[in-house]
């Protein structure tokens, strides 16, 4: 197989598109308006112009160097396609980069060895009895504590959720910011996304979330919880009131992670079961690695 290279300006959006919906994995990241918001100009790696294998290639320069690193927002990309994708096709295309240098994240239908990174998901084909029934004890308890506290949901703003998010992690790095910012509009705009809000009984914000739908995932993105928020407990309520408002979809409820132990064992408590994605690295030397993360 020859793999084709596409340049921005080459990529047949549509198409792009609905191969995206057609993957077997199929991730929000990966659909054209996404990758625009995230990383403006990317390019592609196709196995052919009907784009049955397709990678996308979230290029970066720096002083003129161009490479391939995983942007802001972005839990996996990698290979993507209707059929199987087995480690030899993978290989294939990252034989085929057209950059010297790359670093970023495979997803979970990609065989592939080397590390594995964690990812936690929930299957929403049950009712909501049958998923709030795998709860652990404490979870179960703190989001009594959460209604006990008066707090609610409601559905808010792109612009209120980015906001908050920017308030409580102010110390983030900018592109964290204007990254966000980009992906909840564009997101949000497209009917992809639903911003909610955690409110306290005056009326204020204490939590926030942007779950990001595609009608087969509903991925669980840029969480914030602010003193009043944690002291609440008001993310466990708002993930419990998501799972109660999904349940039955058929759809995976995506955690996004995570390597840190105690995130971790939050998304285990609503039931979130292990899924593992590899990473695609080559030729990092030290001193690039310092300039290509500025």
């Known amino acids: 197989m020859?793999?084709?290279h596409l340049e921005h300006k080459q990529i047949d959006r549509e198409l792009w598109d609905r191969r995206v919906d057609g993957a077997g994995v199929t991730l929000p990241y990966v659909y054209s308006w996404y990758l625009d918001a995230v990383s403006p100009g990317w390019e592609a790696l196709v196995s052919d112009y009907g784009y049955t294998y397709f990678m996308p290639l979230?290029?970066?320069e720096r002083f003129g160097f161009r490479y391939v690193i995983q942007p802001r927002w972005v839990q996996q990309l990698g290979l993507f396609s209707e059929f199987e994708v087995c480690?030899?096709?993978v290989a294939e295309f990252l034989k085929s980069m057209p950059y010297i240098v790359y670093d970023f994240n495979l997803n979970e239908g990609n065989e592939t060895g080397g590390v594995q990174y964690p990812n936690m998901v929930i299957d929403l084909s049950q009712g909501y009895e049958?998923?709030?029934?795998?709860?652990a004890e404490n979870?179960?308890?703190n989001v009594r504590k959460a209604r006990e506290a008066g707090l609610s949901v409601k559905e808010i703003t792109a612009g209120e959720c980015v906001g908050f998010w920017s308030a409580v992690n102010v110390r983030m790095p900018k592109d964290m910011h204007t990254a966000l910012s980009a992906v909840a509009e564009a997101?949000?705009?497209?009917?992809?996304?639903?911003?909610?809000?955690?409110?306290?009984?005056?009326?204020?914000?204490?939590?926030?979330?942007?779950?990001?739908t595609n009608g087969r995932r509903a991925v669980y993105l840029a969480p914030a919880s602010d003193s009043r928020g944690k002291e609440t407990r008001a993310m466990f309520l708002l993930v419990d009131e998501l799972l109660r408002r999904y349940a039955g979809t058929g759809m995976t409820?995506?955690?996004?992670?995570?390597?840190?132990?105690?995130?971790?064992?939050?998304?285990?408590?609503?039931?979130?079961?292990?899924?593992?994605?590899g990473r695609a690295r080559h030729c990092r030397p030290e001193w690039l690695v310092r300039m290509m993360h500025r």
């Open 2 to 4: 020859k793999v084709i």
């Open 58 to 60: 979230t290029v970066k």
């Open 87 to 89: 480690g030899d096709r």
């Open 130 to 135: 049958y998923i709030a029934a795998g709860y």
């Open 139 to 141: 979870t179960r308890r």
């Open 187 to 212: 997101a949000v705009s497209r009917g992809k996304a639903t911003a909610y809000g955690v409110c306290a009984e005056d009326g204020g914000l204490v939590a926030t979330l942007l779950l990001l």
């Open 253 to 277: 409820f995506d955690f996004e992670g995570s390597r840190i132990e105690g995130v971790a064992r939050f998304y285990e408590g609503f039931g979130g079961q292990r899924r593992h994605y």
